[in-house]
């Protein structure tokens, strides 16, 4: 099958629905008369999901289960594509960041309120923004901006806004963090984390957002990459991965009470996608 432009659909990935009961397979693009279909992550509650269609640039809410496809009016602009989607808890909110091949900036973040369709930019105006994600409770986001004009020596700062009146025409901003980069909320409660150079000494910064407090804590090393980190729950620190790259890295543990670092792995590997269980 050829699209209009002559480009082989079987080019581009398709999504489908498996009925687990049924073992039906059903083609999303078939079924909706779409092409060139992506899905996108979305930490939904439910079964629905959400897709991109790369020709029209059309963002839906798909909800399997009543085979219904709801347009999103997201975007419909040439030339960008959406990342990191993410709903609010109560599920009324997305706060997603838009690529752009052509214009500048070219990362730019964005809150849409699922209701009444009204967008809202997040972020530095003129910055390139993204990295967007919400606390626990949906009160508050955060934003990555670099803000720097030559491309060469970044500036970034992590914006902090509060979101709590659920209202997309009365967001305000909590805190500008200068000098602070890969900002990572806890999963519980309100709390963030970030790399700083804010005191001219590479460390982390926890914020408390409730109590409005700032506390810091030294990296073991601080030369070498932090790729992931994590804040343990119930405030009790932070687990972190860091090495010279990657494949040759260790995971920390920052105890938060004390404020000593423990190499939970002494054998240097390349460790990925770090997750915390709590036992029960």
């Known amino acids: 099958m ?6 082989s659909t079987s080019l581009y990935p398709q999504v489908q629905l498996l009925n687990i009961k ?16 992506t899905p996108l992550s979305s930490n939904l509650n439910s079964d629905n999901f959400v897709i991109f269609e790369n020709n029209t640039r059309n963002v839906y809410l798909l909800d399997p289960e009543k085979m219904i496809l709801t347009d999103l009016n997201i975007t419909s602009l040439d030339n960008v594509e959406i990342s990191q989607l993410k709903y609010s808890p109560d599920e009324q909110f997305i706060i997603y960041t838009v690529i752009s091949k052509t214009s500048d900036p070219s990362l730019n973040s964005f809150l849409y ?7 809202t930019k997040a972020g530095n105006e003129i910055g390139n923004c993204y ?23 970044p500036e970034y700062h992590v914006y902090v806004y509060d979101f709590s009146e659920r209202n997309i025409n009365s967001i305000q901003l909590l805190e500008d963090f200068p000098r602070s980069s890969q900002p990572t909320w806890s999963s519980g409660d309100d ?18 957002i409730q109590n409005r407090t700032k506390e810091f804590f030294a990296l073991e090393n601080k030369e070498l ?5 994590k804040l343990i729950p119930n405030a009790k620190g932070i687990i972190y991965i860091s090495g010279e790259d990657v494949a040759q890295s260790k995971i920390y543990k920052i105890d938060f009470r004390s404020t000593k670092t423990t190499v939970i792995t002494a054998k240097e590997a390349n460790y990925q996608n770090l997750n915390i269980v709590e036992k029960h």
Do not use: H, P
């Not at 050829?2 to 480009?7: F, K, P, R, S, V």
């Not at 049924?22 to 279909?37: H, M, P």
């Not at 309120?113 to 967008?119: G, R």
């Open 2 to 7: 050829q699209d209009d432009n002559n480009t």
């Open 22 to 37: 049924t073992k039906e397979i059903i083609n999303i693009e078939d079924y909706f008369n779409l092409l060139k279909t």
């Open 131 to 153: 990295d967007i994600s919400w606390s626990a409770t949906g009160d508050f986001f955060s934003v990555l901006c670099d803000i720097s004009t030559d491309g060469w020596n």
């Open 225 to 229: 990459l932090v790729f992931e980190m």
């Open 191 to 208: 709390l963030l984390v970030m790399l700083t150079k804010i005191s001219g000494n590479r460390e982390f910064l926890v914020f408390d």
């Open 113 to 119: 309120d699922v209701k009444t369709e009204k967008i």
